[in-house]
């Protein structure tokens, strides 16, 4: 489409530069315009989110990364960490110039959504999850192409984490993912045309010792309509005017009977390494009174309370008095 703004680059043949070029303004009124002033330009399907908006996409998207993470650490019954790193729009030609062969890009459809995502996994977390669901550590091992079991392993993670994924998002009919396959090189992709715009949430991964970033890639059209329900949403609407709000991920029941370490301890204390070394048992560590308001409370080695040293009936206890922000 042409296009009358600022001077583009000029043609090498000024001749073709000076021609008139028959045009109509927004009028609809047929003018002439010098050629030098023609400049393309391409409508495509991005999308159109305000910054509100847009900030409450990646929030939710944050916040249900999260909780995709904790249920594929139940599933491979090992730690699996997963954060969310940036959420951007894309083309598919663009994805498939940054996304170089070979990969493991399953494919799935969310129902009724409209359109195809891609789940891209990088090979070596691939095999890492495969050794896993396998009986392994879950470490890293070396890199080779990854065989029809491991696949299908894959694909029951995959199945697991997009329909955690769909589980927070508010729609009117139940979000059902469905897998179609898998593909190697992004250059068979067909998901879309040149100028489709899609969203592109890059996520940090790791198990055992091998972290590496897991894409997943939708395109607008399937999720207008749940970031118009998101957008919808008058208590979001509030909240976005104040701070920053995380969604909890419903509890599940099954963490109930869980124990967890619990640590009370005191930091900031110092004391000379030849004390240190001439401890006896019997010798007393003198310590500041105001320290005794100042414990700090850990779940599993991670501090997460202030309290005050005390007691409760015949047992010693800690009262909790400041909850420490995550």
Same mark, same amino acid.
């Not at 050629?35 to 996409?57: M, P």
């Given at each position: 489409m042409a296009r009358v703004g600022s001077p583009a680059v000029q043609n090498p043949s000024s001749s073709a530069a000076s021609q008139s070029v028959p045009v109509f303004t927004f009028r609809g009124v047929k003018t002439s315009v010098a050629? !030098? +002033?023609? $400049? =393309?330009?391409?409508?495509?399907? @991005?999308?159109?989110?305000?910054? @509100?908006?847009?900030? $409450?996409?990646k929030s939710h998207n944050e916040s249900v990364i999260r909780g995709v993470g904790a249920r594929l650490s139940m599933f491979l019954r090992i730690e699996f960490t997963l954060e969310l790193? @940036?959420?951007d729009t894309i083309t598919l030609p663009k994805f498939m110039d940054t996304t170089p062969p070979p990969r493991l890009m399953i494919l799935f459809k969310i129902e009724p959504l409209r359109g195809i995502g891609i789940l891209d996994i990088p090979p070596p977390l691939a095999l890492a999850i495969a050794d896993r669901m396998l009986g392994g550590k879950g470490f890293s091992v070396n890199p080779r192409a990854l065989r029809e079991v491991e696949i299908a392993l894959i694909n029951q993670m995959a199945q697991i984490a997009i329909k955690e994924w769909c589980t927070p998002w508010k729609s009117v009919d139940e979000l059902r993912p469905v897998l179609l396959g898998h593909e190697s090189n992004p250059r068979y992709l067909q998901i879309g045309g040149s100028d489709e715009t899609f969203y592109l949430l890059k996520m940090e991964a790791g198990i055992g010792d091998c972290i590496e970033q897991m894409l997943m890639v939708m395109p607008v059209k399937m999720l207008d309509p749940l970031v118009r329900n998101l957008s919808l949403d008058p208590e979001g609407l509030r909240k976005d005017k104040t701070v920053k709000e995380l969604v909890i991920p419903k509890w599940n029941s099954a963490f109930d009977e869980v124990n967890i370490p619990l640590t009370a301890e005191w930091r900031d204390l110092e004391i000379t390494t030849r !004390?240190?070394? =001439?401890?006896? %048992?019997? !010798? %007393?560590?003198?310590?500041d009174s105001t320290q005794l =308001? +100042? %414990?700090e409370v850990c779940l599993a080695h991670l501090p997460k309370y202030i309290g005050r040293?005390? @007691?409760?009936g015949p047992k010693s206890a800690v009262e909790i008095t400041k909850i420490l922000p995550t």
């Open positions: 050629g !030098d +002033r023609i $400049r =393309n330009f391409a409508f495509g399907q @991005s999308a159109a989110l305000s910054t @509100s908006e847009l900030h $409450r996409f790193l @940036s959420l !004390d240190l070394l =001439n401890f006896q %048992v019997g !010798d %007393v560590i003198p310590l =308001n +100042r %414990v040293v005390g @007691s409760s």
